[in-house]
């Protein structure tokens, strides 16, 4: 079967897939990373591949920007195409100080300025987690490289350019790692669903100082993530 957003079949996707946003950075993932690999899913140009690496099945599937996008791919991902576990590998603005930029965030729980957890009429505010056991090994597998990283809540926003100036900076009081778009909505999926979910994030910018990192030194900062996370997608359970 195949969704309107989706024209992957049952089987084609495995039960572990890693999420960028960009489905360019998904094409280079799998060529550069998966043996045996095949595209899966061009529809929208949100670009979905499965291979093999270091002899587990493994897919990537770009999910867009956005909470909205996000939504969709994940919840499909999980709910017509029986996948176990998400990690979202993407960059993140940090808002804390603690982090430098290349350093690597997280996401133990979430806040957020979107209304998307309102879809589920609690009679009051849900926060969001990531799977406990996901988040153990990935600090186990991040310790054990030396990555520089902290592990916290991160703020999943709406918002790219907003009118109030210091919108992102008033999250500081409060510990938040960084701040990022796409988590919320996969997180809420998995827990809505049963399933598995963790952000990992490279700082690729110091909104609070006017900083960035420079073009060449992002391809090379998000590799120490994403080789992370792909360790972590073998030994995982799923």
Known sequence: MSTPHNEGKKGDIAKIVLMPGDPLRAKLIAETYLEDVHCYNTVRNMLGYTGTYKNKQISVQS????????????????????????????SAGAISDSLSMGDVAAGMGLCTDSAFVSQYNLPGTFVPCADFGLLKQAEEILESREIPHKIGTILSSDLFYTDEKDAVAKWKKMNVLCVEMESLSLYCNAVRLGKKALTLLTISDLPLKGEAMPADERRTGFTVMLEAALQLAVEADA
């Open 63 to 90: 999910s867009g920007m956005g909470i909205p996008s996000m939504a969709i791919y994940s919840w499909e991902l999980y709910k017509d195409y029986d996948v176990d576990t998400i990690i979202r590998v993407g």
